[in-house]
Every structure is written in C-alpha cells, then in structure tokens.
C-alpha cells in the first residue's frame, strides 16, 4: 500500500494492480512455454548414464535413470582374442544385451557400452539400447524420450492451454478476477508438485498430466490477467499495462532457459553436485511464480463483472455502438494463448490500417479498414465463406510457418548450428524477447496488414535460408564454421521477423475479417484452427524429423533441413493466397 500511495500521483492503484496482473501472469506463461526445450534435453542428459565417470554421480542418477555403478567391457573379443579386461564405470541397469556378455566369455552382468561398437554399425544395431550415429559415426546409447514422447510432452501444455481458456469463465463468474488469480496460482503450484514427482519417480504419465494441467493454468491466466487490467487500469496507461503481458511472457521463456543453463547437469562429472537436487531447481522457481500470483490475487483490488482487454480502447473491431456490449470484445476476452504467441495482439492496437474507432453507429453497422496514408475507407469485401477461408490461411500463417517448432525444439537446432543445446536455447528465448520489443515501435508505425504480410515473407524466407545450410550436403565442402553461423542467423533472424508481424498481427485480423453479426463464431473459429496447426507442429515435428532422417540412426540435419523446407516453402503459398485474398485498405 506504502507502494502504491507513492506512486499515486503518476498512475493510480488500477494502473499498478493491472501491471501486477500482467507481468505476473505473462511470466507464468512465459516460463511454462520455456520450461518444454530444457525439461527435454534435460532427460536426454540425465537418461545417459555413461555421461557420468565418478560412482557419486551416477548413483545420484539410480533411481531417475536405473544407472549402475559396476564393471563395463573394455573391448569385444572376436576371433578367438582374449578375453578383455573390465573397468568399473556408469552403466544402464538394463545391460546392454547380455548374451553378447555371456557369448565374449565376459564375467554375469558385465555391461556392454555401445561405444565398443563405434565404426560397426550392424553391431551397434543389433544390440538393445544402442543406435548408430551416422553423422558422427559412433555407436550411441538411447537416451532420453522417445519421439511420440517429446512430442507429446511438448503438445500437452498446448492442449491443456485450450481447456484452461475455455473454462476460465466459470470461475471468473463465480470467484471474481482476484479469486482466479489464487486460483491459477494454487492450481499452478499443484501441476509443478507433479511434475517433479513424475521426475523424480522417473514416471512419463505423472509428469504429462502435470503438464497438461500446467497448460490449464496458462490458458486461464491468459484470459483473466487481460481482463482485469481492461476492468481496472486508466484509460491513459491502457496501451503501456497491455503491453506487458506479452512482454512478460517473453521474459518467462529467457527465465526459464538461463535457469536451464546454470543448473544443467555437465558432462563427465565425477561428483554427486547434489544432482537430484539441482534438477528440481527449476520446478522450485515456478512454485515460486505460482505463489506469486496467488500473491497478486490477494492483494490486487476487485472489478466490476465484465470489461474488455487493455488495448480494446483503441482496437475497436471489438467495439461496437455502446462500448462494452460487444459480443466480438467478450469472445477476444476468454480466447487462449497460441504457446508462444500468447496475446501478442496488444503490441498492435492502433495499427495504421487496422480498423479504426467507430465513430457513428452508421459507421457501426459495416466493417471498415482505414489507412493512415491516404485516409481511405473501404468495406473488407469478403463473404462468410471467403473469411473463414482466409482466417485458416492466417492461422496457417501463424503457426505452420514454425515459430513453435523452432522454440519447442531450439536445443536440437542450435545444437545444429555449432551450441551447446541449451546454451543455443538461451539465445533463442534472449534474442526472442529482444524481438518482442523491437516489435511495439515498428507495430505503432506500421499497418497490420502490411506488417503481417511482410512479417510471414520474411519468416518463410528466413526458414528457407537456414534449410540450406542445414541440409547435409547442399553447401557442398562448406566447412562447420561458416555453415554454423549461417543456420544460427537464420534462426534468430526468423524468429525476429516473426514477432515484428505474424504473432500480433493474427489476433487483429482475424477479427477485422468478419462482420459484426459473424464475428463471435469467426473469431473462434480461427483460434480453433490455430489451436489444431499448434498441437500438429509441436507433437509432429520430433517425429516427423526423426523419420525423414532415416530413423534414430540417420543424421538429424537432414529431417530438420526438410523440416525448414516445408515450413518456409508453406509460408510462402499461404503469403501469396493472403496477398490475394486478405482486403487491402488502400482499394
């Protein structure tokens, strides 16, 4: 309170409450979108148990990896050599096919590493829990997920999202804004207690419900932080409070990643660092967001039922004559967040060609685009059919161009660029929120439309761009240390154009394109779509990827290269269609 009365005479309480609102809830989205890239890599880290040299380190990993401290063959004897000898180390409790043990003449129970079988790979294949790295040419053990696994990990919070989002009204009805927060913030807290009991149990289901009801929590908390800052923030600090929310969800996902990196588990440790302990860290720190937006939700003042979103004031496809009575402004209030695209739209009130403030209620009655050029004002010309149609095409636009693909899995690719993978995922969410602010100046400037447009040309190229240097074999003898630069600027420069249109740009389209009588079924049924584009990238990529590389075996880069090739050749039909079909306020 001492806070607030402060700053009374800047902004007023609703103003601060409304920030609270927004940058506590864009964190918490923020850093369950971020949470995906490092949990999976993390598994891949800790499920290898011959990372680990020292007998502390791999028996802090037993009970999460089945790890087992005991003798492992040195080398194979074949052709009547001798027998080898054995040297204790970190092995799988599941030895590795033990007939070839007992068949080398090798001591019961005696671990075979795969890397015995660098260089053979009918060897390596035939073993159990081995497979052959082509690109690099040695004989790996499985570890981590597998790909039906990482992609359903990563599409359950996406899934849970569109649940969450959907039911929010209930207790936003019966509990108020401030009851929901605590809600959202008790329920988040609960999803994370199970996450890190399906880790530490090493139980896939536990820590997939978990996440799923981690998703249902970030969906809720995209309807209700919006909301109440609409209800209780100035109208003067509307655009600013708005802002935040997204900004904050950009924030989440660099948290969550640096997290990853300072508590990552390294390679070849030979002591126990507390290790189980230290990959629970990250769990800890998103109980501690939880309470803090219980925090919020207790201390923030109640609003008046009803309202509309922080930028509605200036977005008026939501308005119609009377203000808040608008069924389009109430629909935009319990949509959901698109993963990494949650609320973007607020960067995009008062975009140039986006539909400007209803004035009369003649001008009510039809829907008008205006450009801040010429001052030109035109109907959008679209029938219901055609504007479904294109709202599938924005929602392609959205997501089939990548953007999650890319934040879900950017381990994997910058690992590809010459990184650390989760060093490189750092710099994806670092460089990612960077963009989200490059964005606010150029989406205050710029007309949606032709921002969204340019923003997809661009991203579609950027994909095409890293394709190349990531598929094995186009650049021809174009060494790592140029070929890595190249596919990392693609990346980041994808990412960037990304944000600067097609994220926020989608939330305003999709709603512009519809007259006033369709535009409540329009506008969810373009988030639908979106919802299904989503859970098809995030779930489909990882296996899609390892299946075009030629199995697990096969060099990755290729799947991934292909991957890019469709992402970027798609974007760019789905521009052109748009080009043709969105309207143009200038005609």
Same mark, same amino acid.
Request: proline fraction near 4%.
């Given at each position: 309170?001492?806070?607030?009365?402060?700053?009374?005479?800047?902004?007023?309480?609703?103003?601060?409450?409304?920030?609270?609102?927004?940058?506590?809830?864009?964190? *918490?989205?923020?850093?369950?979108?971020?949470?995906?890239?490092?949990?999976?890599?993390?598994?891949?880290?800790?499920?290898?148990?011959?990372?680990?040299?020292?007998?502390?380190?791999?028996?802090?990993?037993?009970?999460?990896?089945?790890?087992?401290?005991?003798?492992?063959?040195?080398?194979?004897?074949?052709?009547?050599?001798?027998?080898?000898?054995?040297?204790?180390?970190?092995? %799988?409790?599941? &030895?590795?096919?033990?007939?070839?043990?007992?068949?080398?003449?090798?001591?019961?129970?005696?671990?075979?590493?795969?890397?015995? %079988?660098?260089?053979?790979?009918?060897?390596?294949?035939?073993?159990?829990?081995?497979?052959?790295?082509?690109?690099?040419?040695?004989?790996?053990?499985?570890?981590?997920?597998?790909?039906?696994?990482?992609? +359903?990990?990563?599409?359950?919070?996406?899934?849970?999202?569109?649940?969450?989002?959907?039911?929010?009204?209930?207790?936003?009805?019966?509990?108020?804004?401030?009851?929901?927060?605590?809600?959202?913030?008790?329920?988040?807290?609960?999803?994370?207690?199970?996450?890190?009991?399906?880790?530490?149990?090493? @139980?896939?289901?536990?820590?997939?419900?978990?996440?799923?009801?981690?998703?249902?929590?970030?969906?809720?908390?995209?309807?209700?932080?919006?909301?109440?800052?609409?209800?209780?923030?100035?109208?003067?600090?509307?655009?600013?409070?708005?802002? *935040? %929310?997204?900004?904050?969800?950009?924030?989440?996902?660099?948290?969550?990643?640096?997290?990853?990196?300072?508590?990552?588990?390294?390679?070849?440790?030979?002591?126990?660092?507390?290790?189980?302990?230290?990959?629970?860290?990250?769990?800890?720190?998103? =109980?501690?967001?939880?309470?803090?937006?219980?925090?919020?939700?207790?201390? =923030?003042?109640?609003? $008046?039922?009803?309202?509309?979103?922080?930028?509605?004031?200036?977005?008026?496809?939501?308005?119609?004559?009377?203000?808040?009575?608008? @069924?389009?402004?109430?629909?935009?209030?319990?949509?959901?967040?698109?993963?990494?695209?949650?609320?973007?739209?607020?960067?995009?009130?008062?975009?140039?060609?986006?539909?400007?403030?209803?004035?009369?209620? $003649?001008?009510?009655?039809? &829907?008008?685009?205006?450009?801040?050029?010429?001052?030109?004002?035109?109907?959008?010309?679209?029938?219901?059919?055609?504007? +479904?149609?294109?709202?599938?095409?924005?929602?392609?636009?959205?997501?089939?161009?990548?953007?999650?693909?890319?934040?879900?899995?950017?381990?994997?690719?910058?690992?590809?660029?010459?990184?650390?993978?989760?060093?490189?995922?750092?710099?994806?969410?670092?460089?990612?929120?960077?963009?989200?602010?490059?964005?606010?100046?150029?989406?205050?400037?710029?007309?949606?439309?032709?921002?969204?447009?340019?923003?997809?040309?661009?991203?579609?190229?950027?994909? *095409?761009?890293?394709?190349?240097?990531?598929?094995?074999?186009?650049?021809?003898?174009?060494?790592?240390?140029?070929?890595?630069?190249?596919?990392?600027?693609?990346?980041?420069?994808?990412?960037? $154009?990304?944000?600067?249109?097609?994220?926020?740009?989608?939330?305003? +389209?999709?709603?512009?394109?519809?007259?006033?009588?369709?535009?409540?079924?329009?506008?969810?049924?373009?988030?639908?779509?979106?919802?299904?584009?989503?859970?098809?990238?995030?779930?489909?990529?990882?296996?899609?990827?390892?299946? *075009?590389?030629?199995?697990?075996?096969?060099?990755?880069?290729?799947?991934?290269?292909?991957?890019?090739?469709?992402?970027?050749?798609?974007?760019?039909?789905?521009?052109?269609?748009?080009?043709?079909?969105?309207?143009?306020?200038?005609?």
């Amino acid at each position: 309170n001492s806070f607030c009365t402060l700053l009374q005479p800047m902004v007023g309480k609703g103003t601060i409450h409304s920030a609270l609102a927004n940058i506590l809830g864009g964190l *918490l989205v923020g850093y369950a979108i971020g949470y995906v890239p490092v949990a999976m890599q993390y598994e891949v880290y800790v499920s290898n148990c011959t990372r680990y040299t020292g007998q502390p380190a791999c028996d802090a990993l037993s009970e999460h990896s089945g790890c087992v401290w005991g003798p492992a063959a040195v080398t194979i004897p074949r052709d009547g050599a001798p027998t080898p000898a054995t040297v204790d180390a970190c092995a %799988f409790k599941q &030895r590795t096919n033990l007939a070839v043990a007992v068949k080398a003449g090798l001591p019961n129970g005696t671990a075979i590493p795969c890397t015995l %079988f660098n260089g053979d790979e009918d060897a390596c294949g035939a073993n159990d829990g081995c497979y052959y790295d082509n690109k690099a040419g040695t004989c790996e053990h499985n570890a981590g997920w597998t790909a039906v696994q990482d992609g +359903l990990f990563a599409a359950m919070l996406v899934m849970g999202s569109v649940v969450g989002a959907g039911a929010a009204s209930v207790p936003l009805k019966f509990l108020g804004r401030r009851g929901t927060l605590v809600l959202i913030g008790a329920v988040t807290i609960a999803a994370v207690i199970m996450e890190a009991a399906g880790w530490a149990i090493n @139980s896939y289901a536990l820590y997939v419900i978990g996440r799923f009801i981690s998703g249902a929590a970030m969906g809720a908390v995209c309807v209700a932080s919006p909301m109440y800052c609409g209800e209780a923030c100035e109208e003067h600090t509307k655009g600013v409070v708005g802002v *935040l %929310f997204q900004l904050f969800v950009t924030f989440g996902i660099v948290v969550a990643g640096v997290v990853g990196v300072i508590i990552s588990p390294q390679y070849d440790t030979e002591k126990d660092g507390n290790l189980r302990l230290r990959l629970q860290v990250i769990n800890v720190v998103n =109980i501690i967001i939880g309470l803090a937006v219980i925090v919020v939700g207790c201390v =923030i003042r109640e609003t $008046a039922t009803g309202g509309m979103l922080c930028d509605d004031a200036v977005a008026v496809e939501l308005y119609d004559v009377g203000g808040l009575n608008s @069924s389009a402004s109430r629909d935009t209030n319990t949509r959901g967040p698109s993963d990494n695209n949650s609320v973007r739209y607020e960067l995009y009130s008062g975009a140039a060609d986006g539909v400007d403030t209803v004035v009369d209620e $003649a001008s009510a009655k039809q &829907r008008v685009w205006t450009d801040e050029g010429t001052g030109a004002v035109g109907n959008t010309a679209l029938s219901f059919p055609a504007a +479904l149609f294109v709202a599938v095409l924005l929602a392609a636009a959205l997501q089939l161009t990548g953007i999650n693909a890319v934040m879900n899995y950017a381990p994997r690719l910058t690992e590809s660029a010459g990184l650390a993978p989760l060093t490189g995922n750092c710099i994806v969410g670092v460089w990612n929120f960077i963009s989200t602010i490059i964005a606010v100046p150029i989406a205050r400037k710029a007309g949606t439309r032709s921002m969204f447009l340019v923003s997809a040309l661009v991203s579609s190229i950027a994909c *095409l761009l890293t394709a190349i240097p990531m598929y094995p074999g186009l650049t021809g003898d174009l060494s790592d240390s140029t070929r890595h630069p190249l596919i990392l600027t693609g990346i980041l420069l994808f990412v960037l $154009a990304f944000e600067c249109g097609t994220g926020p740009g989608f939330y305003v +389209l999709a709603q512009a394109i519809f007259s006033d009588d369709k535009r409540d079924f329009g506008c969810s049924f373009a988030n639908v779509w979106q919802y299904i584009f989503n859970v098809m990238v995030v779930f489909c990529y990882p296996i899609a990827v390892q299946g *075009l590389s030629g199995g697990k075996s096969g060099n990755q880069e290729k799947g991934q290269g292909i991957a890019l090739f469709f992402f970027g050749g798609l974007g760019l039909f789905v521009t052109a269609l748009l080009f043709k079909l969105l309207p143009d306020p200038r005609k």
